[in-house]
């Protein structure tokens, strides 16, 4: 595509369910991010994918959180158990590793109730 | 790792006023972001810059590498231009590779 697609743009789930968000780069795009922004907080670090190298999960909050990345490309992160505190935007970025360019999706609302 | 300031975190205005928010940024980076922040969450890339200026309708970026500082200016300012504003600093791979602004909230009064 065009640009970086993420999906669903939002998303309202109850508390103890289950969501997946997705995340489509650009393509060819070897490096991406998972962050995210809770309520009046800056954007905090989840995630990094390169290529075909073991991901940095260094900031995933819990073991509720997981991500995965098929085939170098589509990218979903999965949130088990909801809990309100995790209503937060989360937000997708892809470049070419060791390229200038970082791309940005327009990021998923998630509100868990 | 980088560490991004920006300035300043909240800024109240009059529609029509000449607005600058600023970032500062620790370390060399490949390129600088700014994007923008509505309130229902959503985010768009405004301007990705590596070096001078660069101007999308009555909004200007601008970066001075030596100084490790890069501007965002809203002229003819409107009520609509009210988001949150972030800066973001990208050093070309690995997980520190990106760094956040915490954001600078803009509201413009009609």
């Known amino acids: 595509g065009a640009g970086v697609s993420q999906s669903p743009s939002n998303k309202v789930t109850e508390k103890g369910k289950d969501v997946e968000l997705r995340c489509d780069p650009i393509?060819?795009?070897?490096?991406l991010y998972w962050y995210r922004q809770s309520l009046g907080q800056g954007l905090e670090f989840l995630i990094y994918f390169q290529g075909n190298s073991a991901p940095d999960k260094s900031g995933l909050p819990s073991d509720r959180f997981s991500a995965e990345r098929t085939g170098g490309s589509v990218s979903t992160l999965t949130i088990q158990r909801t809990q309100q505190e995790d209503s937060a935007v989360y937000l997708c970025?892809?470049?070419?590793?060791?390229?200038?360019?970082?791309?940005f999706g327009s990021g998923t609302q998630l509100s868990v109730l | 790792k980088n560490e991004v300031e920006q300035s300043p975190q909240n800024l109240t205005a009059q529609e029509g006023e000449f607005i600058t928010i600023n970032c500062s940024y620790s370390v060399g980076i490949s390129a600088l972001h700014w994007l923008q922040q509505h309130p229902g969450g959503g985010i768009v890339s405004l301007f990705m810059l590596s070096s001078g200026k660069k101007k999308h309708g009555r909004l200007i970026a601008t970066i001075n590498i030596q100084e490790k500082h890069s501007s965002l200016h809203i002229t003819a300012s409107h009520p609509r231009d009210s988001a949150v504003y972030i800066c973001?600093?990208?050093?070309?791979?690995?997980?520190?590779?990106?760094?956040f602004g915490k954001g600078t909230h803009l509201i413009i009064q009609p």
């Open positions: 970025a892809s470049s070419l590793f060791g390229s200038r360019g970082l791309f």
């Open positions: 973001a600093t990208y050093s070309g791979g690995g997980a520190d590779g990106l760094t």
């Open positions: 393509s060819g795009h070897t490096a």
